[in-house]
């Protein structure tokens, strides 16, 4: 059985990785973002288990306590989380799934044996670079920055231990590099048991 | 000390290889081919260790029986081969090499531990394509025709122990998807033990 490809994606805060990955988004079909669970109340027009797996806090709190999200957080008074369980299933429906996850998490499902994936680490050009990216945006305090600098440097020791580095200096070539990962991964042949490969770029 | 790539490519004949090769050799920089060693004598400005090892019938026949060769084949009463060594040699020189190889080549490749690398192999949509491809050669016999069409059902055996499958319909999509697999090999973060990693597209 042919399961869906799993990519799973980390970046030090300023590095670039939600811009990068809405542009990769929209370039590449049949990429889909894990779905998340979450305490807050459905929208007009999301969707169970599209958007979001909708839950009580009861239900999310119990999760945590079994230990099956491989992260979780809380936002405005809503918690969210990615379970294991909820990545396997949209793997096993075939559909490749981007796992926009911290290193934390990312080492988590390295250690996982269900969920082999390509791992890529999304690095700023420098953490000069990245100060500069951070104090660009007018939101941030002095004491944030701080903290999302040091905070990086922890993080880019994780670095080696994906199996793709991308610098992000150029968006437009990171896109390619990015996109490009893809479809290389889309062509391993460990990926046919069947022996049926992929014909071209399956975009 | 950071060495340069390998990659191994191999395709049953009519797979449209040498086609693809040309244009991903035009498109990416920093990619070479393998340096054979050869019995025949130098052309005008043909160098040493550049174009070919030029060597003796003498000097080949020994390397032969050595077994230092990962391929040779006469042609035209002249000597081809590519030695183990030679494709080393380069990769310390930093240099991308493709191996152009057949798949008993490829499996000697395999079976080595200095040489790592990525092997693609290349198939052509269907047998009846490469068919229908074969006899559009008009220097093809009819026993030919036949020869190529039973190694290919042979060779496409070994397809599943490649890294990359690619079926080779379209040409345009085949020359980007490889092209791709390039970029992407060069963003492996193992390819980067000082932990410097690659900024965008390496073209």
Redesign the interface.
Known sequence: MIEGRLFVISAPSGAGKTTLLKRVMERVSGLSFSVSHTTREPRDGEEEGVDYHFISQTVFLDMIEKGLFLEYAEVHGNLYGTSHQSVLEQLKKGIDIVLDIDVQGASIVRGSDALTGAHI?I?P?SLAELERRLRGRDTESEKHVRVRLENAVIEMQD??K?????????LD??V??F???I???R????R??S?K?????VK
Chains 1, 2 share one sequence.
């Open positions: 680490f690095a050009p670095a080696c994906y199996d793709y580095l991308i610098v992000n200096d150029q070539q990171t390619d590099l996109t490009a990962i479809w290389a991964e062509a391993r042949s460990h046919f048991p022996g490969p992929i014909t071209g770029i």
